[in-house]
């Protein structure tokens, strides 16, 4: 049996920031030890900031985002357009678009696609809070921004046949992405590319 390299708090330290994202247990070493030899500048405002940052979030009961307000900032925007409504699988593709500044109307994050696999169906995510905002609204285009997988396209149908006919909803294009090389495209992209084709 190996003996602990360290102390039991600073292990856990390591284990936490081995479940984030992009972190193995190498990287979250090193991001450990970063942190403990710069405990002053790195160590203390992040624990201070995460404690706050806990305390604070709250999830927007109108669309799902996450802010510190409920409703959140972006709900409450009076200079956002009303007539559009993106609807997202999550929080990061909020904050996607908004970097990308391509965007001005409201959101609603459904917290994932459709599953099977993964027994995911559609009470496990906000598609009922989507259908009753959108019942007795005119006017109002649903831009359905979802993967382009196989979940992403099931969950963006059934979205369609629940919001109805009546309704005008559109999704993103998919295909070449700017600066991509048809010879370096999967056929699907390829495919997808050929059936949004438009005229120039």
């Keep these: 049996m190996k003996a602990a390299l360290s102390g039991p708090e600073i292990e856990r330290l390591v284990q936490a920031l081995g ?21 002053e500048t790195l160590l ?11 305390a604070a979030i709250k999830v927007c009961s109108t669309c799902g ?21 993106c609807v997202v699988e999550d929080v990061g593709d909020v904050w996607a678009l908004e970097r990308a500044g391509v965007y001005r109307g409201r959101y609603h994050v459904l917290g994932g696609t459709l599953s099977a696999l993964d027994g995911r169906g559609p009470d496990a995510l906000n598609i009922a809070s989507l259908i009753d ?44 992405p700017i600066g991509g090389e048809l010879g370096y495209l999967d056929e699907g992209t390829l495919a997808a590319a050929f059936k949004s084709r438009r005229p120039l």
């Design 19 to 39: 479940k984030l994202p992009g972190l193995g247990p190498r990287s979250a070493r090193r991001a450990a030890l970063a942190l403990i030899k710069k405990r």
């Design 44 to 54: 203390d405002p992040l624990s201070t900031a995460l404690r706050e940052a806990a």
């Design 65 to 85: 985002h996450i802010d510190t307000t409920d409703p959140c900032g972006l709900c409450t925007d009076p200079r956002r357009d009303d007539h559009l409504l």
């Design 133 to 176: 905002r959108m019942t007795g609204k005119t006017g109002v285009e649903v831009v359905l921004a979802l993967s382009a997988t196989v979940e992403g396209q099931a969950t963006a149908h059934y979205i369609t046949e629940r919001l109805g006919a009546g309704v005008n909803v559109t999704r993103l294009g998919h295909g070449v």
